[in-house]
């Protein structure tokens, strides 16, 4: 078993319950694989620092799985990579994955409702 | 000290660790090649500091999430800052350059900007669709000059 941290972008302009959608068919892909999913974070509507496929903004969620193989790596990517709603995802092993919030919701929770158009409630989701 | 009566032909020395500071100009220019001037390095030449931020006991973690951490080791034009000016030791350079290419490839960072080096420091860019106000006329003084 090794850790993973798997983060993608959700296009803008599909309705916010796309996220869950994804997130869902992400977790039933890693059951599948019969890894674990240790822990999940939304990072909510954010600005792209350069536009993808003329997307300027994009719903980041970023997941902390355990799985082995590279099979199951392999066919995670390959059914992300069909799903059109992502835009951008990236894979990277990680030696652990630690139970605290990541520096991009610790950020997020300094500003506060300092710009009120990210959804408050999304980052508390964890 | 005993510095002082000799001629003003070591430029070097005494701008080097002397009591009074020289002109820092030249000697900085000579630490970077002269490649790199302080506007273009913005912050990370002003508070340079001895040591790497990221070795010891009680250094920061190098995460390609902790965004605001890695902006200050980019140019104002997004590139990576050589460690000579950062002052981050080699292995830590080689894990900050590749959590810099994470966070650039999730659209966290930029790969490049579109920087203004002639434009003043503290102005920022004009937000979004708006354009900025063209500065107010005085107010007509018609009804002063009409007393007249």
Partial sequence: MAFYELTYIIRPDVPTTMVDT????????IKKHKGKLVKTEQWGLRTLAYPISKHKKGYYTMMGVSL??????NDLEHQLKLTEDV????????????KEPSA??????????????DRPERSERA | MAMEPLP??????SAGKGGKPGPR????????????????????????????????PKAQKIDYKDVRMLAKYLSDYGKILPRHITGVCAEKQRELAQAIKRARMLALLPYTVKFDPTAPRTERAPRGDREPRAPREPRETAGVE???
């Fill in chain 1, 22 to 29: 994804v997130a869902g068919k992400v977790t039933d892909l």
């Fill in chain 1, 68 to 73: 082995s193989g590279q099979e199951a790596i």
């Fill in chain 1, 87 to 98: 835009i951008r995802f990236m894979t990277i092993k990680v030696e652990d994955i630690s």
């Fill in chain 1, 104 to 117: 991009m919701l610790k950020a997020k929770n300094r500003m506060g409702e300092e710009d009120g158009s």
């Fill in chain 2, 8 to 13: 003003a032909a070591r430029p070097r020395k």
């Fill in chain 2, 25 to 56: 100009k030249p000697r900085d220019e000579f630490r970077t090649g002269g490649k790199y001037t302080p506007k273009l390095l913005g912050k990370a030449y002003f508070q340079r500091r001895r040591g790497c931020p990221f070795s010891g």
């Fill in chain 2, 146 to 148: 009409a007393a007249e």
